[in-house]
């Protein structure tokens, strides 16, 4: 493990190094972000304006639930995106095949070989919408402890959907549609489940899991949901963790390589 992070530290020094050679990349990206989050909140005030509210949820409570998501858009842009967007360019291009002889997990190689600053503003405009929130309900230091149990839990399980897209281009190929169709689904995680009708919340918990990316993050951090909804979000992130592992070594059997 020791090994594992002192590369992880080297190649997210370099891609720093690099990155920040276009510093007005990141003024462009923190307008790009802030302007994601007005989105965001005038959409939600559309709601609200007339007094209608989401089952359940005052106006601050929702927005919590608007931070959580900027947060998961900051991370998804930082880690995510920069990484595992670059196995479907791997595959097309033969490079996968210099992946594999390297002495380290290829899963890993691919999952943390660069890091993106530019998702840092929506990781702080999120913060900045939660404490806000937050102040506003008094909300105790202990409960944005707790959150944060959910909230890891949700990253694994979207990290793990998103590899496993992005294994599925060594059969594929293109498939930056389909990373597409991911991104369109998570931004259903943008409000409260109770935004939606049953069905969708069905489908949002139970089939593509988006309420445990958002919701039940918020929930904890306002001490309502219940004990097991975050041992259900435990257990989901390790067994799509696991499945992500098994089902790359699975593609990779099917994997020619550039030269056969």
């Not at 404490?131 to 890891?152: C, M, N, Q, T, W």
């Not at 139970?206 to 004990?227: D, K, N, S, W």
Request: charged letters at 10%; aromatic letters at 20%; glycine letters at 10%.
């Amino acid at each position: 493990m020791k090994r594992y992070f002192q590369v992880l530290k080297l190649f997210w020094q370099t891609a720093i190094a690099a990155e920040l050679e276009y510093r007005i990349n990141f003024v462009i990206s923190a307008f790009t972000s802030l302007g994601g989050l007005v989105g965001s909140l005038f959409g939600l005030f559309l709601f609200y304006q007339t007094g209608y509210t989401f089952a359940g949820w005052q106006w601050e409570e929702a927005l919590i639930v608007v931070g959580i998501f900027t947060l998961l858009e900051g991370f998804s842009g930082t880690f995510l995106a920069p990484n595992l967007n670059r196995i479907v360019r791997h595959v097309q291009e033969g490079t996968l095949d210099f992946v594999l002889l390297k002495p380290i997990s290829s899963q890993f190689w691919l999952s943390g070989h660069t890091i993106s600053p530019w998702g840092l503003p929506d990781i702080l405009f999120g913060a900045i919408v939660i404490f806000y929130a937050g102040g506003k309900l008094g909300i105790r230091p202990s409960a944005y402890l707790i959150s944060l149990i959910p909230l890891v839990f949700g990253l694994a399980i979207l990290y793990s959907l998103w590899f496993m897209l992005g294994a599925t281009s060594i059969w594929f190929v293109k498939i930056y549609n389909v990373t597409e169709v991911l991104r369109g689904l998570i931004e259903a995680g943008r409000y409260p489940m109770a935004a939606y009708p049953i069905a969708y919340q069905f489908f949002f918990t139970f089939i593509v899991p988006v309420a445990f990316l958002t919701t039940i993050p918020a929930e904890a951090m306002l001490g309502r949901t219940e004990f097991g909804w975050i041992i259900g979000a435990g257990i989901l992130a390790i067994v799509l963790l696991f499945v992500s592992r098994f089902f790359w070594r699975f593609a990779l059997r099917f994997y020619t390589s550039a030269s056969s």
